[in-house]
């Protein structure tokens, strides 16, 4: 049974940084594509950055420039370093795994940028 759990989510001010981690287990082979969407208060979920195992990177325009994603494919674990954050940055980010030509997602972890 695959599960994602986030951590590092929290309270922080604008043009302050968090990194959020994402670990998966219940992986028996390579998960294709790991990536991090947000979801705002009153909007629907976006994806904010995506990376396969091969290393090609996707952002979303509003965080390009801001946030890094990376992977450890060894740790079945994608990471998110998440600097300048502004406060329209704020909601609820998931972690998503594409495996088996399955999505899975892990609970949310809540970050929260005060002006």
């Known amino acids: 049974q695959v599960q994602l759990v986030e951590s590092g989510g929290g309270l922080v001010q604008a043009g302050g940084s968090l990194r959020l981690s994402c670990a998966a287990s219940?992986?028996?082979?390579?998960?294709?594509?790991m990536g991090w969407y947000r979801q705002a208060p009153g909007k629907q979920r976006e994806l904010v950055a995506s990376?396969?195992?091969?290393?090609?990177?996707n952002y979303a325009d509003s965080v390009k420039g801001r946030f890094t994603i990376s992977r450890d494919n060894a740790k079945n674990t994608v990471y998110l370093q998440m600097n300048s954050l502004k406060p329209e940055d704020t909601g609820v980010y998931y972690c998503?795994?594409?495996?088996?030509?399955?999505?899975?997602w892990g609970q949310g972890t809540q970050v929260t940028v005060s002006s």
């Open positions: 998503n795994a594409l495996y088996s030509s399955l999505g899975y």
């Open positions: 219940g992986i028996r082979f390579s998960i294709n594509v």
């Open positions: 990376i396969t195992s091969g290393g090609r990177i």
